[in-house]
């Protein structure tokens, strides 16, 4: 949409000390009429967005430009569209690469209507002080540096764009600055030529000299020559046709502009500069020579009195963009955010420092992506498989659970899947699901603390609290929980050192002799096995370890490992199409108090 060409049109326009924004309106087909956030100096603008021109012309009668940055492909049927209106005098068509023949069309039309035609081709034109199109004059420091934000006395055209930024600075830097400038263009069939521009500035009294500065190939040259001669222009004229070095190649050249190529060696840039020179015109001896050339004139109509310097004014201040400023090192800002898992801002997504394509490439699997995003290194092989195997078992547990549920409610309600997730989610706490963090720091205290396994039952048992992690509703020492049974054996085999899995174990002899049910539960016995996990590994520090288990790391497994299951719930219901549940009443009682009739 172009929004950075726009915000450097209205830095301009600020700068200039414009009373108001030149850019009145944006047309944009591929979004909704809307309006566009842009700065003006310290405050905030909205410029408004239409779909289509006709709104555009209808809603803004005044505008009379149209700076048009649609691609080649487009180009020619909107500015064939924007013909259409006559309030539009003027159109710049930034584009390249238009064909010629769709180009000599849109010459052809606009001819008949009387509208100028910049372009295609070019970068667009200024006129210091006043208007500029597109990204004429570069960034707001080239503009200051040339002094494009008050009017000077030179005006120039130009094929080039590029080149037409450096004619800017040029004469910024040999006379008291520019007055206007336009870069017709590089294509072979500019909408303008160097005399429509050229007449214009000999007929305003606020020019004073003129500089040309044309290329190899055309002939257009040769008509500013027969002007010249003819005295139709007499305003002092420096001129340069760039591409002199074709002549020390041995074949044909073609510089970058469609245009850039002679044909004849009447198209050569050595020949048009010397029958520019043989006519009148100021033509320096190379293009490094242009400046001096330029400053020399400008001198003479110093010194003749046609040209008056004025005292310099300074312009308002226009703010630095923010990214502009920190790109240059002119500022710094704390950043609202921090991540140390993952970096998206280079070609390839980093997970802890590690590409993505290693991550595939070397099957971390799950529980390796898991170490590096939420560990931040590499954990062993059997650790990965360890996180692997508890996203598995936790992944379900059936039906009848409170998570499960309230997903499967949620869901025959018409909920969506997010919705009907986060409603299952939001059971999961420490009466379920949610101990494995409580059950890690129980056990984890009590085997630091130095009790024996059965001090800690019985001090539990006297201060009258539950041990998180030990009982379940089901299974009992009869019959196991093979969840639990998979993991212990697991970690046994293939942990370095399992301490606390150990105690929790012994622990476990004591709960059971008093009840059979009151055994190590797959929420204990995962985080009992995560606290070996982390302190015996060998890849972190005793801190490091405790900093994980305080942090909600454990219960994380969980919710991850659970949150399939409750996905699969949803998917579920949806394609057996169950309606909307309604709890049966006679799976309720019903005891309301008795009201007493006085």
């Not at 691609?71 to 005098?89: D, F, G, H, K, N």
């Not at 420091?141 to 004619?167: C, F, H, K, Q, T």
């Not at 002939?219 to 002199?244: F, H, N, S």
């Not at 497994?557 to 579920?572: P, Q, Y």
Request: hydrophobic residues 40%.
């Amino acid at each position: 949409m172009q929004t950075r060409a726009v915000q450097s049109t209205l830095d301009f326009d600020f700068v200039c000390s414009r009373k108001e924004p030149s850019v009145v309106a944006m047309v944009y087909p591929f979004g909704g009429d809307h309006r566009q956030k842009f700065y003006w100096g310290h405050k905030e603008i909205l410029i408004p967005v239409y779909k289509n021109m006709g709104d555009a012309m209808k809603k803004h009668p005044d505008a009379e430009v149209m700076v048009s940055f649609a691609s080649l492909r487009s180009a020619y049927e909107s500015t064939v569209e924007t013909l259409q209106y006559p309030q539009i005098r003027t159109i710049a068509i930034i584009a390249e690469g238009i064909p010629e023949n769709m180009t000599r069309r849109i010459i052809k039309m606009a001819t008949e209507k009387g509208v100028c035609v910049i372009g295609p081709a070019t970068v667009g034109g200024i006129k210091p002080g006043c208007f500029k199109i597109g990204n004429t004059g570069g960034m707001m420091d080239n503009i200051l540096a040339s002094r494009l934000y008050r009017p000077g006395s030179v005006a120039y055209v130009s094929r080039s764009g590029g080149m037409s930024n450096e004619l800017n600075n040029i004469i910024a830097r040999s006379t008291n600055g520019v007055y206007e400038g336009v870069a017709i263009g590089g294509d072979r069939y500019p909408g303008t030529t160097f005399m429509d521009h050229l007449l214009r500035y000999q007929a305003d009294p606020n020019v004073k000299m003129i500089v040309l500065l044309g290329e190899v190939g055309g002939v257009e040259e040769y008509e500013v020559c027969q002007a010249l001669k003819d005295k139709r222009i007499d305003k002092p004229m420096v001129a340069w046709c760039i591409g002199t070095c074709a002549s020390m190649f041995s074949s044909e050249v073609q510089f970058g502009h469609a245009g850039a190529c002679a044909n004849a060696e009447r198209e050569t840039a050595v020949a048009k500069n010397k029958a520019l020179a043989e006519a009148g015109a100021f033509v320096p001896p190379n293009f490094d020579d242009l400046m001096d050339k330029i400053r020399q004139v400008y001198n003479g109509l110093v010194e003749k009195g046609v040209i008056v310097p004025q005292m310099e004014v300074p312009p308002p201040t226009v703010p630095m963009d923010y990214s502009w400023a920190r790109e240059l090192g002119l500022i710094r800002k704390p950043a609202s955010f921090m991540s140390t898992i993952c970096d998206d801002r280079g070609q390839e997504l980093l997970y802890a420092g590690m590409p993505i394509t290693d991550v595939i490439k070397e099957e971390l699997g799950i529980g390796g992506v898991l170490s590096l995003l939420w560990f931040q290194r590499r954990l062993p092989r059997y650790a990965c498989k360890f996180i692997e195997m508890c996203l598995m078992v936790t992944a379900d547990h059936g039906p009848a659970v409170s998570g499960a549920h309230n997903t499967i409610v949620c869901s025959r309600a018409g909920k969506d899947l997010i919705s009907s997730l986060a409603s299952g989610l939001l059971t999961i706490g420490d009466r379920f699901g949610g101990a494995l963090d409580a059950a890690a720091k129980l056990f984890m205290e009590a085997y630091d603390s130095g009790a024996i396994p059965m001090e800690f039952v019985n001090a539990m048992r006297k201060q009258g609290q539950l041990i998180m992690g030990v009982g379940h509703r089901v299974k009992s020492i009869n019959n196991p929980d093979m969840r639990v049974q998979i993991l212990k054996e697991f970690a046994l085999e293939n942990f370095p050192s399992t301490p606390v899995l150990n105690y929790a174990l012994e622990v476990e002899k004591i709960t059971t002799s008093k009840k059979p049910n009151l055994i190590l539960n797959v929420d204990g016995l995962i985080g009992v096995a995560m606290v070996d996990l982390l302190r015996h590994s060998g890849c972190f520090s005793r801190e490091e370890a405790q900093e994980y288990i305080e942090i909600g790391t454990l219960n994380g497994l969980f919710v991850l490992g659970r949150s399939m299951g409750f996905i699969g719930h949803f998917l579920d219901q949806k394609r057996l199409k169950q309606g909307l549940y309604r709890h049966p009443w006679d799976d309720i009682s019903y005891i309301l108090p008795e009201l007493h009739h006085g």
